[in-house]
């Protein structure tokens, strides 16, 4: 019953796709969206198959969601990693996995990575803490509410595979101690600290920036000015307002950003708040980007795509369109070979330059760290803007922190996840003060000193004890913490990108083996990369953002158009809905309605609204 | 590893590929409750209410290896949350029955359980329909080994022909439940915190 109907396959849907010479009859009749079903056919073959449509060497995120959407497209496809692991760029590894990770980097072994650095404290290594207890992710990622990812997440069905949480918290540093953002329209009216002006300013941005696009006589003149100016001059707004704005709001690293690329960035944190609750961000459990990444390539399996990790390209020839892989084993390649940078082959010779610079600085302590995340929440977020480190930064930087209910670390510690997009060693530097400054502050917050300090303490109108977060500021400025912080890991890395800071994707580097006209560009004789895709490595950006373009735009260059993207519907889901809930129609049967329904849970209240 | 979901019992089927491991959660789960059955396409996961003593008590969730066990490929979020795992032979295929062992090992490797030593397995041997000639798992052999694992029930089945099924994976479901129950208890602070993505009128287009 359950595949008398099979579903048909999108090339099989899709008669535009039939005269196209790429896609061989023989192909068509051959395309298993639904696998095998073992045991009742003939077992599957134990050897890769002989010709497949692409190969994907990485299992980064975005090689990923491609090799999903290509599968689901109809395509076959073959992904390999030359790791024992999935994730590639966007792992998220254990304390062992992370020993073994730098130790690759320093010996080159791992290409696109310099100058990893690696400290952990003995208490992991005695048993205190066990290594699979942690889930570093190598490019810490969170998803905004309203995104092309989240969408495609809940197209594809991989949110099924996934738990997510939300992030509500969003810190500014300045002046030696944490501001919370003050994010939705009854904070802004019910903040003592903002002067009526300012609110009145403050609510006028926000009603703009939500459709900015179509009020160009606004900023036109400031098309390529900083947005700094924009909105000190129309908007009258003030520093700490338009740092909030910049930093906090729009995650930008640099003041100079100009103005439409910022309104753009303002806007996805307003318009993704209060889509499922109040806040504008979700993470998934686990990991991030790493979990991301299993649950695509889980659903290209589903689709039929096969996979194999421990294995490497060893060369592949665009004129016999043969793949040759580490174990000897060979694959004829009707479409493409998709090659993520860190996985080239040796002697390649086309590897897009990796321009820019992103500095990392991860640290696992041993504080829990729920002073700085929302009620019921696990995570936070922390800027650290332009000039307000010890090192006189230049640029932001970022710190995504990670408490132990996102199951990423143990109980009683949390990961810090510091960013930067600073160069050479001035970004080490930035990275170093920033730690400093969240060490402090945790120090003095953590102190069960503060609690007694009756002034902090407020009541507020509903009975509730707060920390006033002004005295707090204060108070922090004078106390000096008695005891250290213990961190029990240290990792510092620097990774190369192709995309510039606040770019999504740089498109031109697909084009590198593209023809030129009609003539097939000269290919460089004895490299072993020859007419391959590279995909772009991770950038700084905080979000998601740049993943599904950099996916969509190598569907487009594979299959020709991006009209198939994802362009699923599992409409079969509806009818067996309808028939459980008349089987099981009994009172507790909310179980029974969807598989969505039995993965919520407990929806989240919907607390203040932010309609404006 | 705490519990995955509340009511959601997780099962995960290993084995070598060609062993039956898709073809029995089918026959399970369609045969005789497919009024009840809500399958996915491809082999993904499947999912059927389970009832101990006339009463409703959870959703099961068995979950398919999607091809990805071929090249040793599972990744660790597969292994996550089970509560558990069913190992299956080919009682015509020694090899399959001699990796029963690293299949149970590469679970605990990756699955993080909060105790190893009572983790739930179950052994089936799987296509007991073929003529005796093919068969080259003695019984006995089956179930020396399924004690010297540590006790594991075993269950000789044959999806094809619809043997043992039924019983074998009220064992599962049963053990299954136990272990949730003990990992909730385990984890009685744990917050069920997750958060439905999935709403009404879905977030249709991307702004950014």
């Known amino acids: ?612 | 590893m705490s519990s995955r979901k509340k009511n959601i019992l997780k099962v995960i089927i290993l084995g070598d590929s060609g062993v039956g491991k898709t073809s029995l959660m089918h026959r399970y789960v369609s045969d005789k409750f497919s009024q009840q059955y809500k399958a996915t396409i491809g082999a993904d996961f499947l999912t059927k209410e389970v009832t101990m003593d006339g009463d409703k008590v959870a959703t099961m969730q068995v979950w398919d290896t999607a091809g990805q066990e071929r090249f040793q490929s599972l990744g660790v979020a597969f292994y996550r949350g089970a509560d558990c795992c069913v190992l299956v032979y080919d009682v015509t295929n020694a090899k399959s029955f001699e990796n029963i062992k690293s299949w149970r090992d590469e679970f605990l490797v990756h699955a993080n359980v909060s105790s190893p030593d009572s983790f739930p397995f179950v052994i089936l041997g799987n296509k007991l329909d073929v003529e005796e000639s093919k068969k080259v798992v003695s019984n006995r052999a089956a179930q020396d080994m399924a004690k010297s694992l540590g006790n594991i029930p075993l269950f000789l089945t044959s999806a094809k022909g619809s043997i043992n099924v039924d019983t074998a994976f009220e064992e599962i479901a049963r053990n299954a439940l136990q272990q949730s129950q003990a990992d909730a208890d385990a984890f009685e602070d744990d917050f069920n915190d997750a958060i439905n993505i999935q709403l009404d009128g879905e977030p249709s287009s991307c702004n950014c």
């Open chain 1, 1 to 612: 019953m359950i595949n008398a109907e099979r579903r048909r396959s999108m090339a099989e849907r899709r008669p535009s796709t039939l005269n196209r010479s790429s896609f061989s009859a023989e192909r068509k009749s051959s395309i298993a969206v639904v696998p095998h079903l073992a045991g009742i056919e003939d077992p599957l073959p134990e050897t890769t198959p002989d010709t497949v449509d692409v190969v994907l060497v990485g299992t980064g995120l975005v090689e990923s969601i491609l090799a999903a959407a290509l599968s689901w497209q109809g395509s076959s496809v073959l992904q390999i990693d030359s790791n024992s692991y999935y994730g590639d760029t966007s792992a998220t590894l254990t304390i062992d996995q992370l020993k073994q990770w730098v130790q690759d980097v320093n010996k080159s072994n791992l290409k696109c990575y310099e100058n990893a650095k690696l400290h952990i404290s003995s208490n992991i290594g005695r048993g205190l803490y066990k290594s699979r207890e942690f889930g570093i992710d190598l490019s810490p990622k969170i998803l905004f509410a309203k995104s092309d990812l989240l969408s495609i997440l809940l197209k594809s069905r991989v949110h099924q595979y996934l738990e997510f949480q939300s992030l509500s918290n969003f810190h500014t540093y300045e002046n030696d101690s944490f501001e919370r953002l003050t994010n939705t329209k009854q904070e802004i009216f019910t903040n003592p600290s903002l002067p009526l002006m300012t609110k009145r300013n403050l609510m006028k941005f926000i009603k703009f920036v939500l459709n900015w696009e179509t009020q160009a006589e606004v900023w036109e003149m400031y098309r390529d000015k900083p947005v700094a100016a924009f909105l000190v001059d129309k908007f009258k707004l003030e520093k700490a307002q338009v740092y909030e704005l910049i930093f906090s709001i729009g995650l930008c690293y640099n003041i100079d950003v100009k103005t439409p690329e910022a309104l753009q960035r303002i806007r996805r944190y307003l318009t993704s708040f209060d889509v499922y609750g109040p806040f504008p961000v979700l993470y998934s459990k686990y990991g991030g980007p790493g979990e991301l990444s299993q649950g695509f390539c889980r659903s290209a399996a589903v689709a039929g795509a096969t996979y194999k990790l421990n294995e490497s390209l060893v060369s592949y020839d665009p004129d016999t369109k043969i793949a040759i892989f580490g174990d000897g084993s060979k694959v004829g390649v009707t479409e493409k070979v998709v090659i993520a940078p860190t996985q080239c082959p040796e002697n390649s010779r086309n590897v897009p330059k990796q321009k820019y610079e992103v500095q990392r600085l991860t640290c696992v302590v041993d504080k829990p760290c729920s002073e700085w995340f929302g009620e019921g929440e696990y995570s936070s977020v922390v800027v650290f803007p332009p000039n307000s480190l010890k090192s006189g930064n230049r640029q932001a930087v970022q710190a995504l922190i990670m408490g132990a209910g996102s199951d990423v670390c143990p109980t009683g510690t949390s990961v810090w996840y510091l960013t930067s997009t600073e160069s050479g060693p001035r970004g080490e530097m930035d990275l170093d003060a920033a730690l400093g400054a969240l060490e402090e502050s945790i120090m003095r917050e953590s102190s069960a000193d503060i609690e007694n300090d009756e002034g902090i303490m407020e009541v507020d109108n509903s009975g509730h004890m707060t920390l006033n977060s002004v005295k707090l500021g204060q108070s922090f400025k004078e106390y000096i913490p008695r005891e250290k912080l213990q961190i029990l890991v240290k990792l510092y890395f620097k990774q190369l990108t192709s995309t510039p800071p606040f770019e999504v994707v740089d498109s031109s580097i697909f084009d590198i083996n593209e023809p030129v006209g009609s003539e097939l560009k000269k290919l460089i004789p004895g490299a072993s990369d020859n007419g391959v895709l590279y995909t772009p490595l991770p950038s700084a950006e905080i979000s998601y953002d740049e993943a599904i373009t950099a996916a969509r735009m190598l569907f487009q260059k594979i299959v020709g158009s991006d009209d198939d993207f994802f362009d699923l519907d599992f409409d079969d889901e509806d009818e067996q809905i309808d028939e459980s809930a008349v089987v099981d129609d009994d009172e507790d049967d909310k179980m029974n309605m969807t598989l969505d329904v039995e993965m919520s849970v407990e929806p989240v209240d919907f607390a203040g609204e932010m309609e404006i």
